[in-house]
């Protein structure tokens, strides 16, 4: 796992509003990356705080991918959130950008520098 965050949005309560963190799991056998992402979200459904907001198919790295974003309400604090799926070498990626509602559309341009250059050595 490796986390970045923007310094310049840590509050006063110490909750970090924009932050990028990049997770990365075996992919279960059986299992294909499609399967592991609609199981995911699936059970985020369930859950009151997530507000899906869009979903599409993309290439990262040569692969294909699955980006989902939502909002989602933890402990108070509403995050837009654009997490892309990817699975190289056996393992899955999920590369998780976020922030505060206001400040998506300014930041997306970071998280597709980010996401967008992710490449698996």
């Known amino acids: 796992m490796a986390a970045v ?4 949005s ?3 309560s110490g909750n970090i509003v924009t932050l990028v963190i990049i997770q990365s799991i075996p992919l279960p056998s059986g299992k294909t990356l499609k399967d592991v992402y ?5 059970s985020f459904e369930q859950e009151s705080g997530y507000q ?4 599409r198919t ?3 790295d040569g692969v294909t991918a ?3 974003i939502h909002r989602i309400n933890v402990d108070g604090v509403t995050k837009q959130e654009r997490a892309t799926w990817l699975e190289k070498n056996g393992k899955i990626y999920v590369i998780l950008c976020g922030t505060s509602p ?3 559309d300014t930041e997306n341009r970071n998280f597709d520098l980010i996401t967008y250059s992710f490449q698996v050595k």
């Open 5 to 8: 965050a923007d310094p310049a």
């Open 10 to 12: 840590v509050e006063s």
């Open 38 to 42: 609609d199981e995911t979200y699936r």
């Open 52 to 55: 899906l907001i869009s979903e």
């Open 58 to 60: 993309l290439t990262i």
């Open 66 to 68: 699955y980006e989902n």
């Open 102 to 104: 206001e400040r998506f």
